[in-house]
Structures are given as structure tokens and as C-alpha cells.
């Protein structure tokens, strides 16, 4: 394949602009000498493209599987660990004021400029790169000890559990009861594995978005011991 340019050597070449099979037949007209030379490093890696997924053994077409959440203690689990994460974001507006004015409030609600700068930012990522940015960079928050970086870190973690629940394809084993969870991709569900999923999973995540909560709540206690 060729780019444009000038030089000596592909001068003489009289080579097509591209020479792939898959190339418009434009492309591979040959184009003037002077402004063809080859590229300097040869494609080494083939081209992405479509190929044909490999198949779960057992797992294409299950027999005796409910679409969902059947299991009433694990639907119920699930349902609490959906509706208790708005609260944690609530927690987190008010450490996102604080970085940014550089005082901690106990009043609710948060100065409105931490909750629109939250709730505009639709992408977690953003809010986490954010609160991380002005923890870091802005002078009056140099003397914030570790923990505000761990909170941080933490509510990213727990996102990423969170969003694996929420946003995953969930069905039941008829069979054996089982509740198995697959992560939603492009590619068919047929092609992606899955992991049974228990009770106990689901609380664990539930108790770290709880101790999440309240170490955030804690930060509104300035003279608490853990934020000396």
C-alpha cells in the first residue's frame, strides 16, 4: 500500500495506490510517480474483520431456562442493590462539593453547583476522572489525607460490580435452579459465556456499596478520627 508524498525510490515503482483484493477498483489505479513512496513499515498484522465466533459448548441452546431473575431471594437481593445506588451517587455529590470548594458540609442539600456538575456528567468515568483530577490538582485539597483517594477508588469498584448486575443478561436453570449471569455484547448470547451467580455475591456487593455509604457520610464529620 502506498500514501502520498515524494520520493526517489517509489518514483520507479509504477505500483497501485492500494493492492489488497478488497480495494475499490479506484484505489488500485495506478497513481503519478511524484507523489507516491512506500510505507515505511510493512502491515504486519492482519486486518479486522468479521470471522466466525466460536460456539460455548453446552451453552447455545439451553433447554429449560427462564429468561430473568426467578429466584425470589436473588430477585429481591438485586432489587435492593439497584435501588440503594442512588444513594451512594447522593453520598458522592457531597464529597464532589467539598473538592471543590474545599470545605466539608454536614447541611443538606450540597452546594447546587456540586449536584449539576454531578448529575450533567452522564458517564461515571467522567465523574470518577473528575472528583480524581480535583483531589490532585487544586491546591486547597493538598492537605486531604489518602482516604479521599481510596473512597474514590472504591465507588469506582463498586460501579464496576454494579454495572456488571445491572447491564448483564440474567436467566434461570429451570432444572437445578441455578441463576447464571452473561455479559451483554455485540456478539449473540450463544457466544458468551456464563457464571452462575448466588445470594451471597449479590450481598457482598450490597454490604461494600453500604460501608461505601457510610464512610462518605462519615467524611461530613470533619473532627472524625478516620479523617484526622
Not at 495506490?17 to 510505507?39: K, N, S, T, V, Y
Not at 458517564?123 to 479521599?148: A, F, P, W
Amino acid at each position: 500500500m502506498y500514501r502520498l508524498g515524494s520520493d526517489a525510490a517509489g518514483a520507479q515503482s509504477g505500483e497501485p495506490l492500494c493492492i489488497d483484493e478488497g480495494c475499490p477498483a479506484h484505489w488500485r489505479r495506478e497513481i503519478p510517480a511524484a507523489i507516491r513512496f512506500p510505507m515505511n513499515t510493512p502491515r504486519t498484522k492482519p486486518l479486522k474483520r468479521w470471522r466466525p465466533p466460536v460456539e460455548r459448548s453446552g451453552e447455545s441452546h439451553p433447554q429449560g431456562v427462564t429468561w430473568g431473575i426467578t429466584d425470589r431471594h436473588i430477585a429481591a437481593a438485586y432489587g435492593y442493590l439497584v435501588s440503594y445506588w442512588w444513594h451512594v451517587e447522593e453520598q458522592m455529590i457531597y464529597l464532589l462539593d467539598e473538592l471543590l470548594t474545599g470545605q466539608a458540609k454536614a447541611s443538606y442539600p450540597p452546594e447546587l453547583s456540586a449536584r449539576q456538575v454531578f448529575r450533567s456528567i452522564t458517564s461515571q468515568d467522567g465523574r470518577i476522572k473528575l472528583m480524581k483530577n480535583l483531589l490532585e490538582t487544586l491546591q486547597h485539597n493538598v492537605h486531604r489525607c489518602r482516604r479521599y483517594d481510596e473512597l474514590i477508588d472504591e465507588f469506582a469498584a463498586v460501579n464496576s460490580l454494579r454495572n456488571k448486575f445491572v447491564h448483564g443478561i440474567w436467566a434461570t436453570d429451570s432444572a437445578t435452579g441455578e441463576v447464571r449471569l452473561r455479559k451483554a455484547t455485540i456478539q449473540h448470547e450463544a457466544y458468551e459465556p456464563s457464571t452462575v451467580i448466588t445470594l451471597a455475591e449479590i450481598e457482598a456487593v450490597q454490604a461494600r456499596m453500604r460501608s461505601l455509604f457510610e464512610r462518605v457520610a462519615v467524611r461530613n464529620q470533619p473532627n472524625h478520627p478516620s479523617y484526622r
